[in-house]
Every structure is written in structure tokens, then in C-alpha cells.
């Protein structure tokens, strides 16, 4: 997505733009609410940002707004003045693959067991070092994460799984998803998020699960840039389930 923004910026503007995002996504992850800047001397009006920019964009990319704030080292970042990260990850539970959901929901064709997924969850609140549910090649500095709620919903066969936090470390939601998904299974206890969050160790914790279902939803940001974000209950998915 980034390089795409990248090439569209350098089009609409016929210079170099370079960015930088709230949080990274991998091949596979969606990004419903991705936040990403850059600085310019280039005077124009938002909306002329906006249909510019979206000019040069693939279908599968939209800038949905744009606003001016101050830079420079007290300025806004979208990475570091990030105050909360919410994720959601989609499961479609069904004993048959579902076409509609191909490259949009992680897929599970073993019942789940939601409340269990949702009880035993909780354990990854507050502050807590994050080494089981890291990846490997995470270059984060601390594995040290403030979990603010974890919930589990099922709407027919669809699993969302929602998580908010003030950062997340390389591939911790698809592995804490991975591990929550052993739970709900009962292939595990539901004590077991909490013995996992307690080892540190990744090798005791489910293999990281598939990238499709994962959405950045949301960043949140102090009231005080006046960043005209699209507004929304944090536990809600923005967009329409298909059939459900």
C-alpha cells in the first residue's frame, strides 16, 4: 500500500513524496483506517489532496481524507503520535470455504467456541511483555504492550475478534488469533492465553495464522491535531458482513 501511495503522491505532485504510516501491514492485511504522512512546502486544498492523489490510485486503495498539521519535532507523527491501535480479525467458521470471504477472513472449518475464545482472552490485558506472540524477526525494541480490551463476538459464522492497544509488535495479532483459536477448538484450556502470555517463550504458542482476516481499523489521536478521522465504535467492524 505504502509504495502504491508513494507512486500516486509523486504523480499527483510530480516529485518525490516519501511516507511514513501508523502502523505496517503485511502482504495479505487490509488496512480500514490506515493514518500516514509526509511533509511538503506544496500548497493545496484537502479535498484537492484527496481526488488528486485517488486519481492515480488502484481500486483497492482510497485516501478517504486529508488536513495540514504542524510538523517538525513537536509536530505530528503518525507512527509516534499514535495513541491507540485497534485491530480486527475476521473468522469465517464454517465447515465449507466461503468464495465471498477468499482473501477477506482467516477460515476455520472446526466449531468455535466464541465465549471461551472471548473468557480466555482476557488474560492479555493491561501491560504485559508480548515475547510468545512475537515474531521472530520483530525489530521492536521493548515486547512490552498495553492490551486496553480484547473482545471475541460471533455473528452467525463469522468470529471478530477486536483488540486495542497503544502499539502491536510484528505479527502478535495473527499469533495471539493463531493461539485463541486452539481455545475455542477446546484443543486447549482456556488458562492456556494466560500460561502462554507468562512463558515468553513463541515456541509454546499456535503457528502465526493466515494475514487474510486481519484489518487496522482504526489509530486513534490526540483531539488536539483536529484530524478529521471517520468516528465509530471501537468493537464494531466497519463494514457489512456478507449474509450475516
Partial sequence: MQDRLEQALAKFCQCALPTTCAGRTDAGVHALGQVVHFNTDITRES?????????FLPASIAVRWAAEVPGGDEGFHARFSAL?????????????????W??????????????AMHASAQALLGEQDFSAFRA??????????????????????????TLRANAFLQHMVRNIVGSLIQVGTGNRPQ???G??????????????????????AKVDYDARWGLPQEDGPPHTLPFELPFN
Avoid: K
Wanted: hydrophobic share 45%; with cysteine.
Fill in 84 to 100: 491507540v491501535r485497534t485491530y480486527h480479525y475476521v473468522i469465517y467458521n464454517h465447515l465449507v470455504r466461503s468464495p465471498l
Fill in 195 to 216: 500460561e502462554l502470555l507468562a512463558s515468553r517463550d513463541r515456541e509454546l504458542a499456535a503457528p502465526t495464522f493466515s494475514p487474510d482476516g486481519l484489518y487496522l
Fill in 47 to 55: 479535498f484537492s489532496w484527496v481526488r488528486g492523489v485517488n486519481a
Fill in 102 to 115: 477468499a482473501g477477506r477472513a482467516g477460515w476455520v472449518f472446526r466449531a468455535l467456541d466464541a465465549d
Fill in 191 to 193: 488458562a492456556w492465553i
Fill in 136 to 161: 521472530a524477526e520483530c525489530q521492536a525494541a521493548s515486547p512490552l504492550r498495553t492490551m486496553y480490551s480484547v473482545a471475541v463476538t460471533r455473528h452467525r459464522d463469522t468470529i471478530i475478534v
